[in-house]
């Protein structure tokens, strides 16, 4: 009894001390802004006032993104996050209409979406459905209904029923701009949990269409009646899906009708600054139509995207938006800095704390249990909770329409926006708190390395890397960026283990093996890639996709011209030797050190490629094998265009160099 006197004296102790820090921090705040505020700073006419703001904007990201970036863990969000607190309202009040500048800074949002659009397809989109329509409603679903039960019964029942479903709508939204954003940085787009994590975003800003709606019908009418019944509601949510849909449908036949052909006009001018304009109308017209539906900018940007990534432009406009993108997200986040009230945090630190360990532990909760049950692991399904567990910019937008419709309190909602704004900000620390627990509960034996029955129940189209060295890595990171699902196998534990950590789908197992195929959905994949470390393993995971699963192709690579005809004769596609690529950019650096022009260097390695090109396109023609890099099985021509000789030459540098 007396230890337990003891712990509860030390706790209360504790929380006196935390409370006088928190105390004398917001004393010390407010002299700091009192001093901004005496500054004698020049007299600035209203036209100029945009012009100033511009200018604080770029000296804050410039001061605080290094700052920042020079903690332990910090990142540039975090700079650009702080940097707006710093500057905005509730702190140094030097920008004061934070409205003026979000409808800009929402661009950003647009431009990222738009971004993870071209390096999709329908094709892929189609086989994350799984994962966006079934996964994401669940997690939306669960999570509304998780938190507005919470609000009711920690208000009891003042909330209202119409408050806490709008409650539980904005907190089970995600930050899209911010999670996909730490995703990038970290290199995780492409793992399992970084498409789990993606899919369920993208229901949300589906999802955010709906909650709209809610709004108005949930609102009491100006006469004191109560919100409108199931039948109303029900009858909106259907109009909502048919208007989304026959909006999307519309936008896809218009662009897949008409977008190549503009592209094509446009290209044809040569005028770089004409194709820029025409990537903008592309983007910003697709955004207002969708807006105008009813739904989200950031879904139109992603639907401008998808389509754009199905033509032979895609590479020069993800080029050509990277610096728009850029700069306006860091906008973005700075805006969503704005919203944190330092004083109010100090003032309720004790309720906005607990707010959003609640909201962070409950959207872990859920997501652990629906991940798993469409596939995930635990690891994978709690990475993915934790970058999903913040708040998201959309409930910014949900919250403040619940005010004005008189359906949520206006002192509520600032507290939700201060809640909403720092989970938002520590996205990248749970981003590594995630990639610490992956590693620590990650089991190391042989039975969890290999590839479970069922696992790939869900995947198709997808490439199997049938080994993980310098190679079968190098070409599965230009993969993971372009978000094309793969499998890698390996036979070496040390080599899955990185894989692991990397939360890669890396997979002990023999490539040889028809049961290790079959278990990684060999039947319903694209193409395998083939590059282990003896010729003897080549030649036996070539048989066995031939005879168990002749219809996917196989590309293999070649240790020598011996080496590649047995490879042809055991069912490859195509065959590339190893030897060509390194040996060339060897002595292209070589030729280079001995001060040969540039020009004259390319046109030796252009010309030797040819002329080697040539011989294996021979001997391909006279032994019917695919030495020629595969490209001459089908048809007997060799390659006499110097430009077809680069290209074929480029199409295999990659991964024969690595």
């Keep these: 009894a007396a230890h337990s006197c003891t712990s509860k004296a030390c706790l209360r102790a504790a929380a006196a001390k935390l409370q006088a820090a928190a105390a004398a921090a917001q004393r010390l705040w407010a002299v700091a802004v009192e001093l901004v505020h005496r500054l004698p700073l020049p007299h600035i006419h209203e036209s100029e006032q945009g012009l100033l703001e511009t200018i604080w904007l770029l000296l804050a990201s410039v001061v605080a993104v290094p700052a920042i970036c020079k903690i332990p863990g910090g990142s540039p969000v975090l ?33 990222l979406l738009f971004n993870i659009g071209l390096e999709l397809s329908f094709d892929r989109l189609r086989s994350m459905g799984k994962f966006v329509f079934g996964m994401g409603t669940l997690q939306v679903v669960l999570t509304l209904a998780a938190v507005a039960w919470t609000g009711m019964a920690l208000t009891g029942g003042a909330l209202g029923g119409p408050g806490a479903i709008i409650l539980g709508g904005g907190l089970a939204l995600s930050t899209t701009a911010v999670g996909m954003q730490v995703l990038a940085d970290r290199g995780e787009t492409g793992s399992k949990f970084g498409r789990a994590t993606f899919s369920v975003l993208l229901l949300q800003d589906l999802a955010v269409v709906v909650l709209l709606m809610l709004i108005p019908l949930l609102a009491p009418s100006p006469d004191g009646a109560s919100a409108a019944g199931i039948a109303s509601i029900a009858k909106a949510i259907g109009a909502a899906a048919v208007k989304a849909v026959v909006t999307m449908v519309g936008i896809t036949v218009a662009g897949r009708t008409l977008l190549r052909p503009l592209y094509k006009r446009i290209a044809e001018t040569n005028d770089t600054t004409v194709f820029n304009a025409l990537t903008l109308l592309v983007v910003l017209g697709t955004s207002l139509i969708t807006q105008l539906a009813g739904l989200s900018l950031a879904l139109g940007a992603f639907l401008a995207g998808l389509l754009l990534a199905e033509t032979e432009y895609h590479l020069q406009v993800e080029s050509d938006i990277a610096p728009y993108k850029g700069l306006l997200m860091g906008l973005f986040f700075m805006t969503v800095g704005m919203e944190i009230s330092v004083p109010l945090f100090f003032a309720k630190i004790k309720t906005i704390v607990a707010a959003m360990a609640m909201l962070i532990v409950g959207k872990v909760a859920v997501m652990a249990a629906v991940g798993q049950a469409f596939g995930l692991t635990l690891v994978q399904s709690a990475r993915s909770g934790l970058l999903l567990s913040p708040g998201g910019e959309f409930a910014f937008v949900l919250f403040g329409e619940a005010v004005s419709r008189g359906i949520m309190g206006a002192a509520l909602a600032k507290e939700l926006y201060l809640v909403v704004a720092l989970s938002m900000a520590l996205t990248p620390f749970l981003a590594q708190f995630g990639g610490k627990l992956g590693q620590m509960l990650e089991k190391s034996d042989m039975k969890a390395l290999q590839p479970k029955e069922g696992e790939m ?15 079968g890595e190098l070409i599965s990171q230009m993969l993971s960026e372009r978000l094309i699902p793969f499998v890698a196998l390996d036979v070496s534990a040390s080599r899955v283990q990185e894989g692991k950590k990397l939360d890669l789908p890396v997979y002990f197992g023999d490539a040889g093996s028809p049961a290790v195929l079959h278990a990684v959905g060999a039947e319903n994949a694209a193409c395998a890639v083939i590059t282990l470390d003896t010729a003897g393993a080549n030649y036996r995971s070539v048989w066995a996709m031939h005879k168990h699963f002749p219809h996917v192709k196989t590309f293999v690579r070649a240790f020598d011209i011996e080496n590649g005809l047995m490879l042809e004769r055991a069912g490859a596609t195509a065959v590339v030797p190893e030897i060509l690529e390194p040996s060339l950019q060897l002595a292209a650096a070589v030729l280079s050190q001995l001060n ?19 011989e294996l396109q021979a001997l391909a023609q006279t032994s019917g094998s695919s030495l020629g890099y595969g490209s001459q099985k089908a048809e007997n021509k060799t390659i006499d265009e110097g430009d077809d000789a680069d290209t074929a030459g480029e199409a295999v540098t990659m991964p024969a160099a690595a």
């Design 79 to 111: 700079g650009f996050l702080a940097g707006g607190a710093l500057i905005g309202p509730y702190a140094l009040g030097i920008i004061q209409d934070v409205e003026s500048i979000r409808h800009l800074a929402e661009l950003g949002v647009v431009f």
């Design 457 to 471: 129940s869900g995947m198709s189209g997808h490439v199997i890397i049938a080994g993980f060295g310098r190679v």
């Design 596 to 614: 040969m022009p540039e020009d004259e260097v390319a046109e030796t390695i252009r010309s030797f490629r040819k002329t080697h090109l040539s």
